[in-house]
């Protein structure tokens, strides 16, 4: 019927990832969304994907905004910043120059949201390329540590971890949700890991109180 | 809009109404004489006291004159006499005074937590758009332009205007930050939402305001044209400058009683609005008590919002919009709420039926009932037409529309008629599937015609106004009797129905049902108005003004006339109640002052004694309106007045000798401007400065966009403010061929790229979007046959345009078009490849779950084996029901997920034989196919007992399949062993075990299409992949929507200047954007279902299924149908008195109906030949 109701799908979370240029931001979202591996490099613009998952047992559909991380190309950083739930950082163990880029994006992140808690995950992508590390675990430690936000080391080509960053994103906001809405369902902590992805312990709890040394998640 | 030219005339428009020339409601009035009720107001009811300029927008209009409205000065909201008013409606004002009216209907309708329509600031862009287009056609867009120069009064007043602007950009962007920020904000969003209206409110104030200085500017500069004015005045549409400054009559009655003028400021008060910033806190608190105390008045304690408070009453005229949520609205009872519900109705009818048409048997009195159900619907919709035709009489386009939609339902009888007739004539049970071809060609034409009626029907609704009315479901005038025959007479259709089957008895029950509720609720409404005599209305117990006994007959009560033709016209449809039992009986409008005639004169003392006394009651009710809000700004307004200029704007305007002429009191209009700081106003100002087309979309309330030109779909596409509207985004992609050529595209893009330099600040991000929508063009949604020609223009502008702006870009773009060129498109558009920006959502499946292990033994294998080797070909009882039900599952999917979404647009499936959707045509070819097998490999076996165990096979696999939820393969299945070929093999099914029979029972109830597979629908509702849905669904769906919706909208009174208006060409034509959207939508359902299986693929069995298939195909020669109808029949002959073997909810006992989607792959409106 042309007034025909359909359904309202569950619930859309918005997610953004950042990063500098060539760092996998597109590599990772292309093989969380399509399991597809892409080996050339194309500058991205913006590019939205739409993907219904389960997390924790609830539907919801993630949407996710893969962003320009090249000089020229970042003119709508703010816009992202300002209408995005929550940020997927990404830089590359290769570059420390990528690792600084996102310190910077957390710095403009906190101040334009005005909030110190905005969902936010740390991914070190590239760690198929061990020999060429040039930041140290030690450095992306102390952010995840300081940021209170979960840190994950990726491989896009290998599909490392790839899962499990989007999931922890997912994850965070349907915390947060629960924690402005209802309360006293955040003990309903439940293990996940039901897909056999890697992902070792982490935890649920929002990032609120107690200092978390678990959160960081390597190879 | 037609553009009133001067008091005079819109005062004959409103009061001197010829009958031919129907009403047209008028959104926003203009008060031209000051109303000031004197009598003490009742209870349930406010009058709304108006001083002379007042702008009231208006939300509905009664048979008797009253208008409900809401003062733009204040934003109080009351009734008003509408022969004080004249319509308020100048070119230059008109997109403006639009954007108000869309931004009141958003902000009052939106639940107020939707984050969505407030996360972006796209609904502030009317009203940006709306401003910027008063101050373009007045020519005072830049401060350096010359009036501006010229003129400090209009300076100051654009730059009040301005500031009011930017006061609100600044509420929105708090709005913003509190829905985003924090949910539980301190600051009530409501009190922001009120706030945000006010504002807006007033930004069209000032607009008014900074016109009229305008106006008079103008005609002070032509002091010559005087004696000539009015005729030019008249003739060229220019806008009305009644003397609307009350400023000036402030001034004057200074002189005579200041003090009963000062108390009754809340109507004239006015221009000196709070300044921004303590709009929250001062004067809204004041502001918001009033709106809140109209709310207790009218009963509805819940909310404060300004939106929700005033009852309304039958035999009032409503702005369209309203017809949304409003709660003490009363909807159902409104035209286009009937005309929504009825069409709906009417397409559901549809929609079963062609879903029954081509998916099951159907018998005679089946389908003579089902052409009931749907004509009497049909029936309902036209009566709701007819309403509405018989209130406009402005052209022939709605009545020639709801005549072609008669002349379809007509056809559909007929045929059917004639379908039934002959079926009886050669005492045949069945339907032929020749005449499925014309019932399905006769239906959809039903579709598309009262898609257009109700399309057209709601443009006329809008320009007249939505109203109230009683519609008896009609008679059609289409004799129905001839579906009767022969084994019916009764026309009624209740009792056509009597012998039916269940599902259908319910079904009538619940039409008889609405019908009932539908008459009850008259009869109520009939009561309610006798016993309860509309409280919502003001007691008038006394003319307000002073009465002249020689009035002018036409001045009498004049906008009486008016609602009367509206509703009161019984000789044009029967199917129209007689309204005059519902009217109310109210009070008669207070007569105009004849101090409007010229030479009248009139004293200002007597007037104001009368204000006096109206005040002091007015404000010793507590509950009514106080004016405590306005009066603490009222005195600050005359500091400068006398800068302004005494002369009257026109010779031919009344002559309000009580009042001083147009005296605009420029402090009021630099007011704002002071409080704000400058910056702001300058980035306003720079907004402004932005060339746009916002003003040529148009949303709904969900804030989705509706309908738009193509430029201003791709400002959309790329706007620079906001991050991508991912559904918007991908159904542009997905449809626009639909509007536009590659070609026009291309330009639309590059015009964006170019225009977009006049405003620095957002050029950068809007030629990135540029860029990037060539990007996602090129990359992912190319198609070579069509966009080709496009390159042409791409090409160029890479190389230069592009490069020169973005380097890196240009040259990328450029590579993109080469790349195209040469190769067609860069990747098959598949459904691996989609993504970016598409309408699927692709669903994340966990890796790698196991594949079940193939359900194949040592001797299935041999089995198969040895046929290859030429051996005899195994049959389906020699395979597991689970494995065989997987391999079809297998090969129906792979066939789904090659489904391109470029096949389901335009119904391409239904053209050309469907060459342009070969995936389509595949899949509805193998379900055919499938239902063909099931029938074929029952009956070819003359033992019965042999046919009930292949039967039996089939339940089995057609569980497997509902197990797998592959509910087309299932669907398939069940057709075939629905249909009266199968179900009639009495004895065959009487070998069939009860435990058999029941699980076929259940999974028929999964699959029966009544109610346009409620069933169907509800189950594949939040389902998770994999899934297979019924394929068929899909495609009615969008049949309905692609046929059922016209491709162009009309923009109302937008698109500065476009005059013409009868014969439905109001506005601008743009793109019914609706229409791809829901497209889209469904298009995303479906895309989200393409997701593999995740099953092992047996090549042996897949190759036997295949061979299986081809058999039966090649058997096909000419009708199938008829051919398996006469091997049941001699299976098993005819019984002297003939029984439904089988009891399926469906209840089949017809001639299965051939080619499954046969339909489908007719061309739509050629001669009905089946393929
Ligand atoms: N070895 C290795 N290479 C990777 C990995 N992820 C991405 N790459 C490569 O890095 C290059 C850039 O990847 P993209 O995903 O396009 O980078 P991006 O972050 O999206 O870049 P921008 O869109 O410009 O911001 C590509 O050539 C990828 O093949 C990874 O995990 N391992
Ligand atoms: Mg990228």
């Given at each position: 019927m042309s007034r025909h109701k359909h359904h309202q799908p569950c619930r859309e979370l918005h997610v953004v990832v950042l990063g500098a240029?060539?760092?996998?931001k597109s590599c990772l979202t292309a093989q969380f969304v399509h399991n597809e591996w892409i080996e050339s490099y194309d500058p991205t613009i913006e590019d939205t994907y739409r993907t219904q998952l389960q997390v924790d047992g609830r539907q919801v559909v993630l949407e996710i905004l893969d962003t320009a991380g090249t000089e020229q190309f970042v003119a709508m950083r703010d816009l992202y910043m300002k209408s995005g739930q929550g940020f997927i950082l990404v830089f590359s163990i290769t570059s420390s120059s990528s690792m600084s880029e996102i310190e910077m994006l957390r710095e403009e992140i906190t101040r334009i949201k005005d909030d110190e808690n905005v969902p936010i995950v740390i991914v070190g992508n590239k760690a198929d390329l061990e020999d060429q590390r040039s930041v140290p675990r030690q450095r992306a430690f102390a952010c995840s540590q300081s940021w209170n936000a979960p840190y994950y080391e990726t491989s896009a080509r290998t599909r490392t971890n790839v899962n499990a960053v989007f999931i922890d994103i997912c994850r965070q906001l349907l915390l947060r949700d629960e924690k402005y809405g209802d309360l006293d369902r955040l003990s309903d902590d439940r293990d996940y890991d039901k897909d056999g992805i890697m992902g070792l312990g982490k935890r649920k709890k929002r990032r609120t109180r107690r200092p978390d040394g678990n959160r960081c998640v390597i190879l | 809009m037609s553009s009133p030219a001067t008091p005079n005339g819109s005062q004959q428009d409103l009061a001197d109404e010829q009958p031919q020339a129907p009403p047209v409601f008028h959104n926003f009035l203009r008060a031209f004489y000051p109303f000031h009720p004197s009598y003490s107001v009742s209870d349930s009811s406010v009058t709304l006291p108006l001083s002379e300029g007042d702008v009231i927008l208006v939300h509905s209009i009664h048979t008797n004159g009253w208008a409900d409205g809401t003062l733009l000065l204040t934003g109080a909201r009351g009734w008003l006499p509408t022969n004080y008013c004249e319509a308020y409606d100048p070119e230059e004002m008109r997109n403006l005074l639009k954007a108000l009216l869309n931004f009141w209907d958003l902000l009052r309708s939106t639940s107020v937590n939707d984050s969505e329509i407030f996360g972006n600031q796209e609904f502030m862009k009317g009203i940006i758009a709306g401003v910027r287009c008063l101050l373009e056609r007045t020519d005072?867009?830049?401060?350096?332009?010359a009036i501006i120069q010229r003129h400090e009064g209009l300076r100051r007043g654009r730059k009040s205007l301005l500031s009011e602007l930017s006061s609100l950009v600044k509420t929105a962007k708090r709005l913003q930050e509190t829905q985003r920020g924090m949910l539980h904000s301190a600051e009530d969003v409501n009190d922001i939402v009120d706030e945000m209206i006010l504002k807006a409110f007033r930004i069209v104030t000032k607009g008014v305001r900074f016109l009229d200085v305008l106006e008079e500017d103008r005609s002070l500069r032509a002091p010559a044209a005087v004696t000539v004015m009015d005729t030019v005045v008249e003739e060229s549409h220019v806008p009305p400058t009644p003397p609307a400054d009350l400023m000036g009559f402030e001034e004057q009655s200074n002189a005579s009683d200041v003090s009963s003028r000062a108390d009754a400021s809340q109507a004239s008060s006015d221009l000196v609005l709070p300044c921004m910033s303590d709009v929250a806190h001062a004067a809204n608190a004041p502001v918001n008590k009033r709106l809140s105390s109209i709310t207790t008045m009218s009963a509805s304690p819940t909310s404060h919002r300004l939106s929700q408070n005033i009852n309304r009453l039958s035999g009032i005229s409503h702005r369209v919009s309203l017809a949304g949520p409003p709660p003490l609205s009363r909807p159902q009872h409104l035209v286009s709420e009937r005309l929504n519900k009825s069409h709906d109705a009417f397409l559901s009818h549809l929609g079963s039926f062609i879903g029954r048409l081509h998916l099951q048997s159907q018998s005679r009195p089946e389908l003579a009932f089902a052409i009931k159900l749907t004509a009497t619907s049909g029936g309902d919709l036209l009566a709701v037409i007819d309403v509405v035709c018989s209130n406009t009489s402005s052209s022939d386009m709605l009545p020639r529309a709801r005549d072609s939609m008669f002349d379809r339902i007509q056809d559909l009888v007929s045929s059917a008629g004639q379908i039934i007739h002959d079926a009886a004539s050669q005492e045949e049970d069945v339907i032929m599937q020749q005449d499925n071809g014309v019932l399905l060609l006769a239906a959809t034409g039903c579709v598309k015609a009262a898609g257009e009626c109700v399309a057209k029907t709601k443009w006329v609704i809008e320009r007249v106004g939505d109203f109230e009315c009683e519609v008896e479901s009609g008679s059609l005038g289409i004799d129905l009797s001839v579906l009767d025959v022969p084994f019916e007479r009764r026309p009624s259709v209740a009792t056509s129905v009597a012998g039916s089957t269940a599902s259908q008895a319910t079904s009538v029950a619940g039409s008889c049902r609405t019908v009932e509720s539908c008459s009850s609720g008259v009869q109520r409404l009939r009561t309610s108005s006798t016993d309860k005599p509309l409280p919502e209305l003001p007691q008038v117990t006394s003319p307000v003004v002073d009465e002249t006994p020689d009035l002018p007959p036409q001045q009498e009560s004049p906008p009486n006339t008016r609602p009367s033709s509206l509703l009161h016209d019984e000789s044009l449809s029967s199917?129209?109640?007689?309204?005059s039992s519902l009217r109310p009986t109210l009070p008669p409008l207070p007569k105009l002052s004849t101090s409007l005639l010229p030479g009248e004169d009139y004293s200002p003392v007597e007037k104001a004694n009368q204000d006096t006394d109206f005040q002091s009651s007015f404000q010793s009710e507590p509950g009514t309106v106080s004016s405590a809000g306005s009066s603490a700004t009222y005195h600050s307004r005359d500091s400068e007045s006398s800068l302004v200029s005494q002369t009257s704007t026109r010779a031919t305007t009344p002559d309000h000798t009580m009042g001083p002429k147009n005296k605009p009191s420029m402090s009021e209009l630099s007011n704002g401007g002071s409080s704000t700081q400058a910056e702001e106003v300058d980035d306003v100002e720079c907004k402004l400065l932005e060339k746009t087309y916002a003003y040529e979309l148009m949303f709904n309330k969900e804030g989705q966009v509706t309908g738009g030109s193509i430029p201003a779909l791709v400002e959309r596409l790329t706007t620079h403010e906001s991050t991508p509207d991912a559904t918007f985004v991908s159904t542009f992609y997905l449809t626009f061929r639909l509007f536009c050529t590659p070609v026009q595209l291309a330009e639309a893009l590059i015009d964006r790229f170019d225009y977009v330099v006049e405003s620095p600040h957002m050029a950068a991000p809007v030629r990135l979007r540029v860029y990037n929508a060539f990007k996602g063009w090129l990359e992912t949604h190319w198609r070579d046959e069509t966009d080709r020609e496009a390159l042409d223009l791409i090409e160029p502008f890479a190389e230069h345009k592009l490069s020169s702006a973005l380097p890196s870009a240009g040259r990328r773009l450029l590579e993109l078009a080469q790349r195209v060129s040469s190769e067609g498109s860069l990747v098959p558009r598949n459904v691996s490849s989609m993504g970016k920006t598409n309408t699927s959502i692709a669903q994340y499946v966990p890796a790698e779950t196991p594949h079940p292990a193939v359900s194949l033994s040592r001797s299935q294998v041999n089995a198969l084996q040895g046929w290859k080797n030429g051996g005899t070909m195994p049959s389906v009882?020699?395979?597991?029901p689970l494995e065989l039900a997987r391999q079809l599952t297998v090969k129906q999917m792979t066939i789904f997920c090659a489904i391109l979404p470029e096949e389901l647009l335009a119904s391409e499936w239904m053209k050309k034989g469907g060459v342009g959707a070969p995936n389509v045509k595949a899949m509805t070819a193998f379900s055919t196919d499938l239902s063909n097998l099931v029938a074929e490999t029952i009956l070819q076996h003359s033992e019965v007992k042999k046919r009930a165990t292949v039967i039996k096979q089939w339940i089995k696999i057609a569980h497997q399949c509902f197990e797998l939820h592959n509910y087309d393969g299932l669907m398939a299945i069940i057709c075939s062993l629905n249909s009266s070929t199968i179900s009639r093999l009495r004895k065959t099914w009487d070998m069939v075990s009860p435990k058999r029979r029941d699980m076929l029972r259940q999974l028929q109830a999964v699959v029966e299409p009544s109610q346009n597979n409620k069933v169907l629908r509800g189950r594949l509702h939040d389902h998770v992949p994999p899934c297979l849905p019924f394929l068929g669904m899909y495609l009615t769906d969008l049949t309905f929507v692609d046929i059922g919706n016209p491709a162009t909208k009309q923009l109302q009174s937008a698109g500065c200047g476009d005059g013409a208006e009868e014969n439905g060409a109001g506005g601008r034509t743009v793109v019914n954007f609706d229409k791809h959207t829901r497209t889209a939508k469904i298009i995303g359902e479906l895309q989200r279902f393409q997701i593999p299986y995740r099953l092992t693929e047996v090549p042996e069995l897949q190759e036997w299924l295949e061979a299986q298939v081809v058999g039966v195909r090649d058997g096909d020669q000419g009708n199938v149908q008829v051919s398996y109808y006469r091997k049941s029949l001699l299976l098993e002959p005819r019984e002297a008195a003939p029984r439904t073997p089988i009891e399926g909810p469906s209840g089949g006992s017809g001639q299965r109906t051939g080619d499954l989607f046969g339909w489908m792959t007719r061309d739509r409106g050629i001669a009905p030949v089946m393929v």
């Amino acid at each position: 019927m042309s007034r025909h109701k359909h359904h309202q799908p569950c619930r859309e979370l918005h997610v953004v990832v950042l990063g500098a240029g060539g760092v996998g931001k597109s590599c990772l979202t292309a093989q969380f969304v399509h399991n597809e591996w892409i080996e050339s490099y194309d500058p991205t613009i913006e590019d939205t994907y739409r993907t219904q998952l389960q997390v924790d047992g609830r539907q919801v559909v993630l949407e996710i905004l893969d962003t320009a991380g090249t000089e020229q190309f970042v003119a709508m950083r703010d816009l992202y910043m300002k209408s995005g739930q929550g940020f997927i950082l990404v830089f590359s163990i290769t570059s420390s120059s990528s690792m600084s880029e996102i310190e910077m994006l957390r710095e403009e992140i906190t101040r334009i949201k005005d909030d110190e808690n905005v969902p936010i995950v740390i991914v070190g992508n590239k760690a198929d390329l061990e020999d060429q590390r040039s930041v140290p675990r030690q450095r992306a430690f102390a952010c995840s540590q300081s940021w209170n936000a979960p840190y994950y080391e990726t491989s896009a080509r290998t599909r490392t971890n790839v899962n499990a960053v989007f999931i922890d994103i997912c994850r965070q906001l349907l915390l947060r949700d629960e924690k402005y809405g209802d309360l006293d369902r955040l003990s309903d902590d439940r293990d996940y890991d039901k897909d056999g992805i890697m992902g070792l312990g982490k935890r649920k709890k929002r990032r609120t109180r107690r200092p978390d040394g678990n959160r960081c998640v390597i190879l | 809009m037609s553009s009133p030219a001067t008091p005079n005339g819109s005062q004959q428009d409103l009061a001197d109404e010829q009958p031919q020339a129907p009403p047209v409601f008028h959104n926003f009035l203009r008060a031209f004489y000051p109303f000031h009720p004197s009598y003490s107001v009742s209870d349930s009811s406010v009058t709304l006291p108006l001083s002379e300029g007042d702008v009231i927008l208006v939300h509905s209009i009664h048979t008797n004159g009253w208008a409900d409205g809401t003062l733009l000065l204040t934003g109080a909201r009351g009734w008003l006499p509408t022969n004080y008013c004249e319509a308020y409606d100048p070119e230059e004002m008109r997109n403006l005074l639009k954007a108000l009216l869309n931004f009141w209907d958003l902000l009052r309708s939106t639940s107020v937590n939707d984050s969505e329509i407030f996360g972006n600031q796209e609904f502030m862009k009317g009203i940006i758009a709306g401003v910027r287009c008063l101050l373009e056609r007045t020519d005072c867009l830049t401060r350096e332009s010359a009036i501006i120069q010229r003129h400090e009064g209009l300076r100051r007043g654009r730059k009040s205007l301005l500031s009011e602007l930017s006061s609100l950009v600044k509420t929105a962007k708090r709005l913003q930050e509190t829905q985003r920020g924090m949910l539980h904000s301190a600051e009530d969003v409501n009190d922001i939402v009120d706030e945000m209206i006010l504002k807006a409110f007033r930004i069209v104030t000032k607009g008014v305001r900074f016109l009229d200085v305008l106006e008079e500017d103008r005609s002070l500069r032509a002091p010559a044209a005087v004696t000539v004015m009015d005729t030019v005045v008249e003739e060229s549409h220019v806008p009305p400058t009644p003397p609307a400054d009350l400023m000036g009559f402030e001034e004057q009655s200074n002189a005579s009683d200041v003090s009963s003028r000062a108390d009754a400021s809340q109507a004239s008060s006015d221009l000196v609005l709070p300044c921004m910033s303590d709009v929250a806190h001062a004067a809204n608190a004041p502001v918001n008590k009033r709106l809140s105390s109209i709310t207790t008045m009218s009963a509805s304690p819940t909310s404060h919002r300004l939106s929700q408070n005033i009852n309304r009453l039958s035999g009032i005229s409503h702005r369209v919009s309203l017809a949304g949520p409003p709660p003490l609205s009363r909807p159902q009872h409104l035209v286009s709420e009937r005309l929504n519900k009825s069409h709906d109705a009417f397409l559901s009818h549809l929609g079963s039926f062609i879903g029954r048409l081509h998916l099951q048997s159907q018998s005679r009195p089946e389908l003579a009932f089902a052409i009931k159900l749907t004509a009497t619907s049909g029936g309902d919709l036209l009566a709701v037409i007819d309403v509405v035709c018989s209130n406009t009489s402005s052209s022939d386009m709605l009545p020639r529309a709801r005549d072609s939609m008669f002349d379809r339902i007509q056809d559909l009888v007929s045929s059917a008629g004639q379908i039934i007739h002959d079926a009886a004539s050669q005492e045949e049970d069945v339907i032929m599937q020749q005449d499925n071809g014309v019932l399905l060609l006769a239906a959809t034409g039903c579709v598309k015609a009262a898609g257009e009626c109700v399309a057209k029907t709601k443009w006329v609704i809008e320009r007249v106004g939505d109203f109230e009315c009683e519609v008896e479901s009609g008679s059609l005038g289409i004799d129905l009797s001839v579906l009767d025959v022969p084994f019916e007479r009764r026309p009624s259709v209740a009792t056509s129905v009597a012998g039916s089957t269940a599902s259908q008895a319910t079904s009538v029950a619940g039409s008889c049902r609405t019908v009932e509720s539908c008459s009850s609720g008259v009869q109520r409404l009939r009561t309610s108005s006798t016993d309860k005599p509309l409280p919502e209305l003001p007691q008038v117990t006394s003319p307000v003004v002073d009465e002249t006994p020689d009035l002018p007959p036409q001045q009498e009560s004049p906008p009486n006339t008016r609602p009367s033709s509206l509703l009161h016209d019984e000789s044009l449809s029967s199917t129209v109640s007689s309204v005059s039992s519902l009217r109310p009986t109210l009070p008669p409008l207070p007569k105009l002052s004849t101090s409007l005639l010229p030479g009248e004169d009139y004293s200002p003392v007597e007037k104001a004694n009368q204000d006096t006394d109206f005040q002091s009651s007015f404000q010793s009710e507590p509950g009514t309106v106080s004016s405590a809000g306005s009066s603490a700004t009222y005195h600050s307004r005359d500091s400068e007045s006398s800068l302004v200029s005494q002369t009257s704007t026109r010779a031919t305007t009344p002559d309000h000798t009580m009042g001083p002429k147009n005296k605009p009191s420029m402090s009021e209009l630099s007011n704002g401007g002071s409080s704000t700081q400058a910056e702001e106003v300058d980035d306003v100002e720079c907004k402004l400065l932005e060339k746009t087309y916002a003003y040529e979309l148009m949303f709904n309330k969900e804030g989705q966009v509706t309908g738009g030109s193509i430029p201003a779909l791709v400002e959309r596409l790329t706007t620079h403010e906001s991050t991508p509207d991912a559904t918007f985004v991908s159904t542009f992609y997905l449809t626009f061929r639909l509007f536009c050529t590659p070609v026009q595209l291309a330009e639309a893009l590059i015009d964006r790229f170019d225009y977009v330099v006049e405003s620095p600040h957002m050029a950068a991000p809007v030629r990135l979007r540029v860029y990037n929508a060539f990007k996602g063009w090129l990359e992912t949604h190319w198609r070579d046959e069509t966009d080709r020609e496009a390159l042409d223009l791409i090409e160029p502008f890479a190389e230069h345009k592009l490069s020169s702006a973005l380097p890196s870009a240009g040259r990328r773009l450029l590579e993109l078009a080469q790349r195209v060129s040469s190769e067609g498109s860069l990747v098959p558009r598949n459904v691996s490849s989609m993504g970016k920006t598409n309408t699927s959502i692709a669903q994340y499946v966990p890796a790698e779950t196991p594949h079940p292990a193939v359900s194949l033994s040592r001797s299935q294998v041999n089995a198969l084996q040895g046929w290859k080797n030429g051996g005899t070909m195994p049959s389906v009882l020699d395979f597991e029901p689970l494995e065989l039900a997987r391999q079809l599952t297998v090969k129906q999917m792979t066939i789904f997920c090659a489904i391109l979404p470029e096949e389901l647009l335009a119904s391409e499936w239904m053209k050309k034989g469907g060459v342009g959707a070969p995936n389509v045509k595949a899949m509805t070819a193998f379900s055919t196919d499938l239902s063909n097998l099931v029938a074929e490999t029952i009956l070819q076996h003359s033992e019965v007992k042999k046919r009930a165990t292949v039967i039996k096979q089939w339940i089995k696999i057609a569980h497997q399949c509902f197990e797998l939820h592959n509910y087309d393969g299932l669907m398939a299945i069940i057709c075939s062993l629905n249909s009266s070929t199968i179900s009639r093999l009495r004895k065959t099914w009487d070998m069939v075990s009860p435990k058999r029979r029941d699980m076929l029972r259940q999974l028929q109830a999964v699959v029966e299409p009544s109610q346009n597979n409620k069933v169907l629908r509800g189950r594949l509702h939040d389902h998770v992949p994999p899934c297979l849905p019924f394929l068929g669904m899909y495609l009615t769906d969008l049949t309905f929507v692609d046929i059922g919706n016209p491709a162009t909208k009309q923009l109302q009174s937008a698109g500065c200047g476009d005059g013409a208006e009868e014969n439905g060409a109001g506005g601008r034509t743009v793109v019914n954007f609706d229409k791809h959207t829901r497209t889209a939508k469904i298009i995303g359902e479906l895309q989200r279902f393409q997701i593999p299986y995740r099953l092992t693929e047996v090549p042996e069995l897949q190759e036997w299924l295949e061979a299986q298939v081809v058999g039966v195909r090649d058997g096909d020669q000419g009708n199938v149908q008829v051919s398996y109808y006469r091997k049941s029949l001699l299976l098993e002959p005819r019984e002297a008195a003939p029984r439904t073997p089988i009891e399926g909810p469906s209840g089949g006992s017809g001639q299965r109906t051939g080619d499954l989607f046969g339909w489908m792959t007719r061309d739509r409106g050629i001669a009905p030949v089946m393929v």
